[in-house]
């Protein structure tokens, strides 16, 4: 009996621990402005407006969203807007975009139409004080330092309302730090189900059950909206009261859940109208 209690104690006190590690920031005062909107997943793409592309972002702005985009530092220190590191999907050409500088992009252009891989400067300019951003980062290896320190720099001084978000939640932790008034997301998966290539069990264990939610003490989670029940992001939205978003939606069905579960949605694929 007195193993049986043992083990019980022990139980109860690792998951008091797991709580302790989702923990994150509620109600960050931005919040309220980012749920007015619907945000166009890598812009409104459509034909001739491939995704990340000025004209998606022009679309989407035109048409009343807001809209997720990913950022990369370049070798030149120029911040490019593109999903992949890789290349080869959005261009034909088997490049990475964090060994180019900005005279490589001359030439590259987006799915066979005119549009180039637009500069992070070029989208705030589309959208500020226009319409919300919830801005990716991508890192590359281990660049994440220089990465968010040249993101917050062009932000300081960027006149429209956004928030950050990574999966890396190194990145997250350093935005924590730099600039803690800025609204921050942990973006995740059940990276179980659907592990990441070249990525060890260990980290997509931790990622998956948001166990590093305590070093960046995100404002919200970005969950996979297929994967959001996962007992950890449940956990983390109803014992810390943490926001949520939800990626990425594809039909008005799963929109609507979505907004009626309280998460923002990002979706691509359709129109949804706005709010």
Known sequence: MQIVLTIIKICFWL????????????????????????YAHRGLHAEGAPENS????ERAV??????????????DGTL?????SDLERVT???????????????????????????????????????????????????????LVKAVLAKLDDYRGDF?????????????????????????????????????????RFLATNLLTNIIAAPDFVAYRFEDRKIFANTLCCRVWRVHQVSWTIRSMEDLLTAE????????????????
């Open 15 to 38: 998951f008091f621990l797991w709580i302790l590690l989702l923990t994150g920031r509620r109600w960050h005062p931005m919040w309220p402005e980012f749920q007015k909107y619907r």
């Open 92 to 146: 034909g050409k088997k490049l990475i975009i964090e060994e180019l500088t900005l005279e490589d992009l001359e030439d590259l252009r987006l799915m066979g139409t005119d549009q180039r891989i637009p500069l992070f400067d070029q989208v705030l300019e589309i959208f500020e004080e226009k319409a919300p951003l919830i801005i990716e980062l991508k890192t590359y290896k281990n660049n994440h330092k220089e």
């Open 260 to 275: 009626k579960e309280g998460s923002i949605p990002i979706f691509e694929n359709f129109e949804p109208g706005t709010k």
């Open 163 to 203: 928030c950050v978000e990574s999966f890396d939640y190194r990145a997250v932790a350093l935005v924590r730090k730099m600039r803690p008034t800025i609204c921050r997301g942990q973006l995740s998966q059940d990276f179980i189900k659907n592990p990441a290539q070249g990525v060890g069990f260990v980290p």
């Open 80 to 84: 490019a807007i593109v999903h992949d």
């Open 54 to 57: 000025i004209r998606a972002f």
């Open 62 to 75: 035109e048409k009343g969203y807001g809209a997720e985009l990913d950022v990369h530092l370049m070798k």
